[in-house]
């Protein structure tokens, strides 16, 4: 049976591929990836088609508008193509590298609109979106609000295992700053990469800032926005 040899697993794998090599996995980090395949257990969800999530972006558009013999333009939410990412431009994010996007997605738009934590008074778009086929997501989230634990001595196998997919799970939910480092995101996108060579579609994480989950879709055409609506600015608007 695959075990973890350390409760600090994750940790000794996230300080080699931040500070000894990104892109070529030495054996024990190569081992690591195996273990968390092996131990995994019941983390695969299945998403029907017609599912729908919330995706969030700060900012509005605006539209013309003819009243009387007056014009003046009001603000909108963000046309449709707007609202997803560019199939050849992305920045890094949690699960994706840099000109590799995914589709970043939430369980309700309350949690999409505090992911991109928005300033007071602020505009924010929300798409709604709609999946377009079965998927199969791998869920991140099992361990988010599990107990920290400190260790004095090598816990057993059982306890091991937990620990370790803890703080997986917290890696992928911490929130993404602007002063991140992007090599910061190394180790979840090597791991992100791994379900997807497993067969994945997604993957979904505990959201730290909503009440809800993160979804990222690894094909941005898993999912098709059917709405788009504004808040913020004492609006609500299609």
């Not at 699960?95 to 995914?102: E, R, W």
Request: glycine share 6%; net charge negative; proline share 6%.
């Amino acid at each position: 049976m695959a075990e973890f040899n350390t409760y600090q697993a994750f940790q000794i794998f996230r300080q080699h591929v931040l500070r000894e090599s990104r892109y070529v996995l030495d054996e024990n980090a190569q081992l690591f990836l195996k273990t968390v395949l092996a131990t995994s257990g019941q983390r695969r969800r299945e998403v029907p088609q017609d599912r729908i999530y919330w995706r969030a972006q700060e900012g509005h558009g605006w539209e013309l508008i003819q009243q009387d013999n007056d014009e003046f333009e009001v603000p909108t939410p963000h046309t449709q193509d707007r609202m997803r990412p560019g199939p050849h431009a992305a920045t890094e994010g949690r699960a994706n590298p840099k000109g590799l996007p995914y589709l970043y997605l939430a369980t309700d738009k309350e949690t999409a609109m505090a992911e991109v934590r928005p300033p007071v008074g602020s505009y924010v778009s929300v798409g709604q979106f709609k999946t377009l086929r079965p998927l199969i997501i791998f869920d991140c989230s099992v361990e988010h609000n599990s107990r920290f634990s400190l260790y004095f001595e090598e816990p057993d196998v059982e306890e091991r295992e937990r620990a370790v997919w803890s703080d997986i799970d917290r890696a992928f939910s911490e929130p993404v700053t602007i002063s991140d480092s992007c090599a910061d995101y190394a180790p979840t996108q090597i791991l992100s990469e791994t379900f997807k060579r497993e067969g994945y579609d997604g993957i979904a994480y505990k959201s730290k800032l909503g009440p809800g989950f993160n979804v990222a879709l690894f094909d941005l055409q898993a999912a098709d926005i059917i709405n788009c609506f504004l808040f913020g600015g004492d609006v609500c608007q299609v």
